[in-house]
């Protein structure tokens, strides 16, 4: 039962956050009663830490984002990133994580969910271009900035419209992760005069 409390609880916050949902609805789509989930929940604030951090707990690994350096293309590598970024950040982990920073959480949780569901996917598309400027396929200042500005080209558009709308983050065409990517590579692409690898 506790499990299925959760399932529920992760849905309903993922929908309309913390605020938005009332431990009433949880027990009637959970099948059980208040009493019952407060067996397992002292209140609605554990349930919401709980339900966060059994999803925190099932995040893909950080490796699984970006790919071994194959020699294809990098804007192809590139592309495949992007995607595995895409299916990340729209699934319903990361609305739940949204909501939550979104909310008044304490500052151990918020330190927690960037930790497990920020700084890890962050440095390891920080590493891959790092290993890419290494090899001389791009240009690079820093591989930190670039980083961010990689995440900024591929979910930035689709935040700022989601700002505006107030909609949850969907899939993004694979047409505007192109024309990312592409913008992202003609920016650091390494020239021939200019493609030494970057030092440390």
């Given at each position: ?6 399932r529920v609880a992760q849905a309903l916050f993922a929908i309309r956050g913390f605020d938005g949902v009332a ?28 339900a966060l951090e059994d999803l925190l707990a099932k995040l893909p690994p950080a490796s699984d984002l970006a ?20 299916h990340l950040l729209s699934s319903a982990s990361f609305e739940l994580v949204r909501r939550a920073l979104a ?98």
């Amino acid at each position: 039962m506790q499990g299925r409390i959760l399932r529920v609880a992760q849905a309903l916050f993922a929908i309309r956050g913390f605020d938005g949902v009332a431990m009433e609805e949880i027990q009637r789509e959970a099948g059980t009663s208040r009493a019952t989930i407060y067996v397992h929940f002292a209140s609605k604030q554990e349930l919401f830490k709980a339900a966060l951090e059994d999803l925190l707990a099932k995040l893909p690994p950080a490796s699984d984002l970006a790919p071994e350096v194959s020699g294809r293309p990098i804007a192809e590598e590139l592309l495949d990133i992007a995607k595995r970024l895409n299916h990340l950040l729209s699934s319903a982990s990361f609305e739940l994580v949204r909501r939550a920073l979104a909310s008044d959480i304490p500052t151990p949780l918020r330190e927690r969910i960037w930790n497990t569901a920020g700084r890890p996917y962050f440095q390891a598309i920080d590493d891959y271009l790092f290993v890419q400027a290494r090899r001389g396929m791009l240009t690079l200042q820093d591989s930190r900035s670039a980083a961010s500005l990689f995440l900024a080209l591929v979910a930035g558009g689709e935040s700022i419209r989601l700002q505006w709308t107030g909609a949850s983050l969907g899939l993004v065409e694979d047409d505007y992760l192109r024309e990312a990517v592409e913008m992202f590579v003609e920016r650091h692409a390494a020239q021939p005069t200019l493609g030494m690898p970057m030092t440390p």
